[in-house]
T-cell receptor, first 114, second 115 residues
Framework: DQQVKQNSPSLSVQEGRISILNCDYTNSMFDYFLWYKKYPAEGPTFLISISSIKDKNEDGRFTVFLNKSAKHLSLHIVPSQPGDSAVYFCAASAYRGGYQKVTFGTGTKLQVIP | KAGVTQTPRYLIKTRGQQVTLSCSPISGHRSVSWYQQTPGQGLQFLFEYFSETQRNKGNFPGRFSGRQFSNSRSEMNVSTLELGDSALYLC??????????????FGPGTRLTVL
């Protein structure tokens, strides 16, 4: 039961253009969402997050949008740079069974072409 | 401040064997979570330890177990290894319980190959 889905396993974008990574979720109890970036041979690193009470959060070139009615999350990178090439995971957090639990998506591999 | 460290980085085992992986969290972090990463399944949550107690558990069989020591270091054990256990095992630490709106800091992972 994949509650957090990243339906695009890969994405290629020209340098300088916008990269849009998408994430869908099924559990309406999720109340906090995060994006992580992962380079080969390294662990994921936190990128940006958003609470369910907001619909947008911006940090430099990175903006996360949340559409609760559609249960959809997206990460925009503008402008895209070759160093952004990595696997991006979205994650969602919910309170369940007395504890908060984090569920990760399967990841989207972004390639930014110089 | 040193990051999350995991040992060993690479491991090759055969079916039926058991393995123990180690994780040292960032100094001061009390929560350690373990994840399994495979190409088709992405990051899957195994379990989380906080103050030496397992606080959260994912949907993995009992062959997967763990523990946390008083210095917050954690070990994960997999018994009776199966081919499908081949994966990258990631450890993540956070100040408090992982999903309480705290960022998790990941280690580089241990690449386990089961032959």
């Amino acid at each position: 039961d994949q509650q957090v889905k990243q339906n695009s396993p890969s994405l290629s974008v020209q340098e300088g253009r916008i990269s849009i990574l998408n994430c869908d979720y099924t559990n309406s109890m999720f109340d906090y969402f995060l994006w992580y970036k992962k380079y080969p041979a390294e662990g994921p690193t936190f990128l940006i997050s958003i609470s369910s009470i907001k619909d947008k959060n911006e940090d430099g070139r990175f903006t996360v949008f949340l559409n609760k009615s559609a249960k959809h999350l997206s990460l925009h990178i503008v402008p895209s740079q070759p160093g952004d090439s990595a696997v991006y995971f979205c994650a969602a957090s919910a309170y369940r069974g007395g504890y908060q639990k984090v569920t990760f998506g399967t990841g989207t591999k972004l390639q930014v072409i110089p | 401040k040193a990051g999350v460290t995991q040992t060993p980085r690479y491991l090759i085992k055969t079916r039926g064997q058991q393995v123990t992986l180690s994780c040292s969290p960032i100094s001061g972090h009390r929560s350690v979570s373990w994840y399994q990463q495979t190409p088709g399944q992405g990051l899957q949550f195994l379990f989380e330890y906080f103050s030496e107690t397992q606080r959260n558990k994912g949907n993995f069989p009992g062959r997967f177990s763990g523990r946390q020591f008083s210095n917050s270091r954690s070990e994960m054990n997999v018994s009776t290894l199966e081919l499908g256990d081949s994966a990258l095992y990631l450890c993540a630490s956070s100040l408090e319980l992982a999903a309480l709106y705290n960022e998790q800091f990941f280690g580089p992972g241990t690449r386990l190959t089961v032959l």
